[in-house]
């Protein structure tokens, strides 16, 4: 042990081939099973969540289940699908563990779901006549919080073994993502007591999931049998697709968790089946069998993708919602329909924004103040963008084409409220149509998603520049810069999609008054003519769990550069640099977090925290990034001065 002075920073990812002819080959498949497990597991929360024959207890289970699908396929499989562009697949420590813990949070949440979903249906089929009392709603969002927590423990426990081994030599893990019995075998001490906590642990969590998983569709069989022939066929039918899927998930587990002591070459492939076919097999299976969830699709079809009809079908969903507010009319329970009906006749077509005072020579005062911010968010950026464009050093650099993206990504945030918020200061009644607010609250969540993806991305880019400055410009490369930007808009496009199905789908019938400057999710939802419990739920899973793990893995980031520096001179320099940064995204994400993690109420400050995100932080990012940068400047002097030679 004392021969060994360095300690290991990133490890080698062996791949799944390291054949170059079968990498391109490699690549075009699981590029494409991945967007079909996004396209397959999308499509079935799109339609739990759109129909409402089909919010019951199973398929609120379903819709969970392909998130979690969803989940497990997107922690490891975009990082191989990139592996197999590049020659050398390396990946950080930190990435390395942040593997670990992503894989045994999903994969052990997935194990209790399908759990749950098997006492659902033990439940339907042994007790139906008790089944809507038992499989109450407090119970679905325990039967589904209660995975999550189990999942979260477990990846603790397990990371908690990990993160203190000594790692000193080699470093190639013979897979295509980072895992505990592969990883810890490279450790510099003896593991065998870890790997017993491994069987102790993962082993027990997959062997006893699989158990109750298999008794409870045994209790069903016996059941089902006991009452006819007919059911018990059908039963068999149903029960034998599950089981499929249950091994294949399952068994890829317990063979490579319950023992850990040595790895197998066949484990790679293994892992293949629990990280990608069973989350693409989980909505055939699941769901796309089942004729309610066909009825919904094609119902769902018929109604938003009518060729050549397009326009029509945004028309339908922005504008136009008298038909389903009809329906909603007609499924809720008499007592309740028939005092709507007293009360209510129309349906709301348009929302009064509060603003910020309704106090005229206020109003003036702001509007000269933002319009100057506005106008400020402008200059700063679309400079930052010219010179980034216009400099070839700036332009190769990866650290300034982020930059330049995230000062675009500025000007599209700040539009979206900004110039709604200046017209709003000169006019009295401050009003905008339904269906502009649900176009600024899809445009909204879909830029500011892709900014904390983005200022994420950039956060990596610093730690590999300081941490592993010799690796720089291999790992940064142009490729995998674009497949980062790329992967930030698509983040936020997936993001905001989901919000607005949420939300469009919401009847509004009264009162109309949005107390803010614009429209977002929070106090929108609070003025439907419904139960929002779960939509906030959801909310709270989506923007509140985007903003805050963004926020976290910033801090840690950053922390971690300022550990990684052993100099006083260099350490004092990070800490300058880091401390502005860190004072951006305190102003970014601080209010995002403030009101996206408690979305059950709002409070009056909302808007002023909303302020800060929408107006202040597109403002003080080219202040804080790059004008402060000494590069940016002397570019920025260079092309001031070849435009005033130009000029004379």
């Given at each position: 042990m ?5 300690r290991?920073?990133e ?6 081939s390291s ?12 590029s494409l099973?991945?967007?079909s ?5 999308f ?6 969540t759109?129909?409402?024959r ?21 922690f490891a499989?975009p990082k191989m699908?990139?592996d ?5 697949k390396t ?7 942040l593997q ?9 949440s ?5 759990v ?19 499989m109450?709603?407090r ?10 927590c189990?999942?979260f423990?477990?990846?603790?426990s ?5 993160v ?26 003896d ?6 906590l491994?069987?102790?642990d993962s ?6 999931s ?7 569709y045994t209790?069903i ?8 022939s007919?059911g ?5 039918s ?6 499929t899927?249950v ?7 317990i063979f ?5 002591f040595?790895?197998y ?9 629990y990280?990608?076919?069973t ?8 769901t ?5 969830m066909?009825?919904?699709m ?7 993708l ?7 079908v945004?028309?339908?969903?922005l ?13 809720q ?7 709507m009906d007293?009360?209510?006749?129309e349906?709301?077509k348009?929302f ?10 206020v ?13 400020l ?10 010179t ?8 190769s650099?990866?650290?300034?084409f982020l ?9 599209c ?17 401050k ?16 830029v500011g998603a ?18 592993c400055?010799?690796h ?10 674009y ?7 698509m983040?936020g ?7 607005t ?14 107390d803010?400057?614009?429209?977002d999710?929070p106090p929108?939802?609070?003025l439907a ?12 899973s989506?923007?509140g769990?985007?903003s ?5 893995v ?18 004092l ?5 880091c401390?502005?940064h ?8 601080g209010?995002?977090?403030?009101i ?8 009056s400050?909302?808007?002023?925290v909303s ?18 940068n000494?590069?940016v ?6 092309l001031?001065d ?7």
């Open positions: 004392s021969i060994n002075h360095s290991v920073t490890f080698v990812l062996l791949g799944l054949s170059k002819e079968l990498q391109p080959f490699l690549f075009l498949i699981f099973l991945y967007l497990i996004l396209l397959g597991n499509l079935i929360i799109l339609t739990v759109s129909d409402s089909l919010h019951t207890p199973m398929y609120f289970l379903l819709a969970n289940l392909s998130f979690i699908d969803i989940c497990v396929a997107s499989t699908i990139a197999f562009l590049v020659e050398r990946i950080s420590f930190e990435a390395c563990l670990i813990f992503c894989v045994h949070q999903f994969a052990g997935e194990m209790v779901i399908l749950s979903m098997a006492y659902d249906r033990y439940v339907a089929i042994c007790k139906p006549l008790h089944y809507m009392t038992i109450s709603r119970v679905c969002i325990m039967l589904v919080i209660v995975p999550w189990v999942g423990i477990h990846t603790t397990q990371l908690a073994f990990t203190n081994l000594p790692f000193c030599g080699p470093n190639q893990v013979d897979s295509f993502f980072c895992d505990l019995p592969l990883v810890t075998k490279l450790a510099c001490i593991t065998y007591v870890i790997s017993l491994i069987v102790a082993g027990f969590l997959s062997l006893s699989f158990l109750l998983l298999v008794v409870s209790v069989l016996i059941t089902v049998r006991n009452r006819s007919a018990m066929a059908k039963a068999r149903t029960l034998t697709a599950h089981i899927v091994i294949l998930f399952f068994g890829p587990c490579i968790y319950v023992w850990p040595s790895g070459s066949v484990d790679k492939v293994l892992a293949v089946f990280t990608i076919f989350p693409i097999l989980n909505p055939v299976i699941y796309l069998r089942n004729k309610d066909k009825a919904a094609s119902k769902l079809k018929s109604q938003y009518k060729p050549g009809q397009v326009l029509a945004l028309s339908n969903v504008f136009s919602r008298n038909k389903r507010f009809h329906d909603y009319r007609t499924v329970p008499e007592g309740r329909t028939s005092q007293e009360n209510i006749t349906v709301v348009e009064v924004l509060a603003g910020f005072s309704q106090v005229s020579s109003e003036a005062g702001l509007f000269v103040l933002f319009l100057i911010f506005y106008v968010t402008w200059v700063g950026n679309v400079l930052i963008m010219v980034v464009t216009l400099d070839n050093y700036l332009n650099s990866p650290m300034y930059l330049g993206n995230l000062s675009f990504l500025d000007l945030y700040s539009t979206v409220t900004t110039p709604k918020l200046l017209s709003d200061f000169l006019n009295k009644e009003i905008i149509p339904y269906g502009q607010c649900i176009v600024q609250l899809f445009f909204l969540h879909f892709a900014e904390m993806f983005l200022l994420t991305v950039m956060a990596y880019d610093r730690y590999v520049a300081i941490c400055p010799l720089y410009t291999t790992v940064m490369s142009r490729g995998l810069c497949i980062l930007v790329t992967a930030s808009w983040g496009f997936v993001h905001s999609t989901v919000q199905i949420l939300t469009i789908h919401l009847p509004f019938c009264g009162p109309n008054h949005v803010n400057f614009f429209c999710v929108v939802i609070k003519c419904a139960d929002t419990f779960v939509i906030e739920l959801l909310m709270v989506n923007s769990l985007i805050t793990s963004s926020f976290v910033l801090v840690s980031s950053y922390t971690t550069i300022l550990v990684k520096i052993r100099t006083k001179k260099g350490r320099k990070a800490l300058s640099t401390a502005s860190l004072m951006v995204v305190t102003l970014f994400f209010p995002c977090i403030f996206y993690g408690r979305p059950f109420s709002t409070f400050v909302d808007k002023m302020v800060l995100y929408n107006v202040i932080t597109p403002m003080l990012n080219p202040l804080i990034y790059t004008l402060r000494k590069e400047k002397s570019s920025m002097k260079k001031w070849r435009s005033g030679s130009r000029k004379t």
